[in-house]
T-cell receptor, first 114, second 116 residues
Framework: KQEVTQIPAALSVPEGENLVLNCSFT??????LQWFRQDPGKGLTSLLL?????REQTSGRLNASLDKSSGRSTLYIAASQPGDSATYLC?????????????FGTGTRLKVLA | SAVISQKPSRDICQRGTSLTIQCQVD?????MFWYRQQPGQSLTLIAT?????????ESGFVIDKFPISRPNLTFSTLTVSNMSPEDSSIYLC?????????????FGPGTRLTVT
């Protein structure tokens, strides 16, 4: 059974720091991995999508890497800002019983201090 | 990406009643999903809404409690039946969309449900 874990569960950093969020999954048979951002009480906003054949994706100050064989992905945020404060979730797309679905990680709650 | 709307955005309901949540997408999609997010928790998949057939429920979720309709490729509803305070959560619908040659998931804004 696929399980997705995110470390750390919570993180508080001063503005301007570079930081790394981690996502681990137990079964390497994934089709893609997606990083999301969730503001309190809101829906999820897609940040980056990495296909299983890709190693990394970049968007602005965000860079996500994927090491499928070791079951790990990292989200790198450069020069953090208070507006980056949110919960970050990773999700893997898997095929099970003939149906595609997504398994979500436990989330990392980030607070960037001004 | 797809634009997804949900109604209502929030509601406060009494125990024993039912609430139907609507999810509308601005383009036709094959896969639609319903999730529950309990306070302080991550997302748990309730079911996959299949167009023209019964929804596929995850372990721990049953049709009598969470009936789902999917009458076409742009719309779905989730009903939370016979509610109890334990049903207080954010309910989210999502769709699978293919931007370019990649398949990604996009979410609606969610429905915040409080059961008293």
């Amino acid at each position: 059974k696929q399980e997705v874990t995110q470390i750390p569960a919570a993180l508080s950093v001063p503005e301007g720091e570079n930081l790394v969020l981690n996502c681990s999954f137990t079964d390497s048979a994934i089709y893609n991995l997606q990083w999301f951002r969730q503001d309190p009480g809101k829906g999820l906003t897609s940040l980056l999508l990495i296909q299983s054949s890709q190693r990394e994706q970049t968007s602005g100050r965000l860079n996500a890497s994927l090491d499928k064989s070791s079951g790990r992905s990292t989200l790198y945020i450069a020069a953090s800002q208070p507006g980056d404060s949110a919960t970050y979730l990773c999700a893997v797309r898997i095929l099970t019983s003939g149906t595609y679905k997504y398994i979500f990680g436990t989330g990392t709650r980030l607070k960037v201090l001004a | 990406s797809a634009v997804i709307s949900q109604k209502p955005s929030r509601d406060i309901c009494q125990r024993g009643t039912s609430l139907t949540i609507q999810c509308q997408v601005d383009s036709q999609v094959t896969m639609m999903f319903w999730y529950r997010q309990q306070p302080g928790q991550s997302l748990t998949l309730i079911a996959t809404a299949n167009q023209g057939s019964e929804a596929t429920y995850e372990s721990g979720f049953v049709i009598d409690k969470f009936p789902i309709s999917r009458p076409n490729l742009t719309f779905s509803t989730l009903t939370v039946s016979n509610m109890s305070p334990e049903d207080s959560s954010i309910y989210l619908c999502s769709v699978e969309f293919v931007p370019g040659d990649a398949t990604a998931q996009y979410f609606g804004p969610g429905t915040r449900l409080t059961v008293t």
